[in-house]
């Protein structure tokens, strides 16, 4: 069992059933009535955030969640296909399963899948990954002063924004987070 009072970002908690991950919290003391914890949850199932206020010194369950470590072998249709890198078995996840990961997975590329009473529910990729641009429009010289974007196709399927002065072929770093551009990646 785990209080209100031990919430930090990161800590999973079972609400309702479903695990969630908090996000953020804020533990508020008003000058009248009890104190209370507003908190911001992530279901580790769905993906959905959700706002919500406890009373001070509520208890919750700790879910039965694990990671393990597997790296993704190949996509066919709309299937995903893992390996653990321990034992070699081999796990397959829907499109839905993956959600927004599938737009930087690169085959042979290690990453955390989030399992749930047994049953694989998501993936972690690493925070920073460099994939290579396939496709965008040229960029023209002098582009570098307004600071705008443009729409770049990367290896792995997925669109990212960059500046205007990036071309085909470049290695870029972006945040999977929040899928956004980095930097370029120069060697």
């Known amino acids: 069992m785990i ?3 031990d919430f930090k970002s990161g800590l999973k908690i079972e609400v309702d059933g479903d695990p969630y991950e908090i996000v953020d919290f804020q533990h508020v003391k008003p000058g009248k009535g009890g104190s209370f914890v507003r908190t ?14 406890f009373r001070s010194g509520e208890k919750f369950e700790l879910p039965d969640v694990a990671e393990r470590q597997m790296q993704f072998l ?3 249709g709309e299937e995903f296909h893992f390996m653990d890198t321990e034992s070699y078995e081999q796990l397959f996840l829907t499109s839905e399963q993956v959600g927004l990961a599938r737009n930087f997975l690169k085959e042979n590329m290690v990453a955390q899948i989030l ?3 047994g ?11 460099e994939l290579t641009i396939t496709e965008t429009a040229p960029g023209i010289r002098g582009d570098t002063a307004t600071g705008g974007t443009k729409i770049a196709k990367l290896e792995t399927g997925g669109e990212v924004k960059v500046p205007l002065y990036i ?3 470049t290695l870029i770093k972006i ?5 956004e551009y ?3 990646v120069r060697y």
Do not use: C
């Open 74 to 76: 190949y996509a066919q």
């Open 40 to 53: 911001k949850m992530r279901n580790l199932k769905t993906g959905n955030t959700l706002e919500r206020t």
């Open 175 to 179: 945040d999977t987070r929040s899928g």
């Open 115 to 117: 399992f749930y009473k």
């Open 119 to 129: 049953k694989s529910i998501g993936v972690s990729l690493p925070n920073f990954v």
């Open 3 to 5: 209080a209100t009072t």
């Open 182 to 184: 980095i930097e370029r």
């Open 167 to 169: 071309e085909e072929g």
